[in-house]
């Protein structure tokens, strides 16, 4: 089994920063692509960002410019920087991640983010 422990969300003003962290353990032999994704109230959720194992990241057309994700392997785990934060950042932002050799997918508990003045 694999766990996933997602911190760093809260409630940050507009222009703000904040920096997510999701910690993967338990029975992990390797991790493939990192990712995040997004889900705001009354919508679908959605990819942030997603790094693979070789480090090729790509991001959400809305978030480019502002978030970076990485990882640190030795650690199983995933960041996502998050700056110039906007009111329609606002989200539960879940963690994901692929598991090898059989590429489980394993989804984070969530964690709140809130942009508002």
């Known amino acids: 089994q694999v766990q996933l422990v997602e911190s760093g969300g809260g409630l940050v003003q507009p222009g703000g920063s904040l920096r997510l962290s999701c910690a993967a353990s338990g029975s992990i032999f390797g991790i493939d692509t990192m990712g995040w994704y997004r889900q705001a109230p009354g919508k679908q959720r959605e990819l942030v960002a997603r790094i693979t194992s070789g480090g090729t990241t790509n991001y959400a057309d809305s978030v480019t410019g502002r978030f970076t994700i990485s990882r640190d392997n030795p650690k199983n785990t995933v960041y996502l920087q998050m700056e110039s934060l906007k009111p329609e950042d606002t989200a539960v932002y879940y963690c994901?991640?692929?598991?090898?050799?059989?590429?489980?997918?394993?989804w984070g508990q969530g964690t709140q983010v809130t942009v508002s003045s």
């Open positions: 994901r991640i692929v598991v090898l050799p059989r590429r489980y997918i394993y």
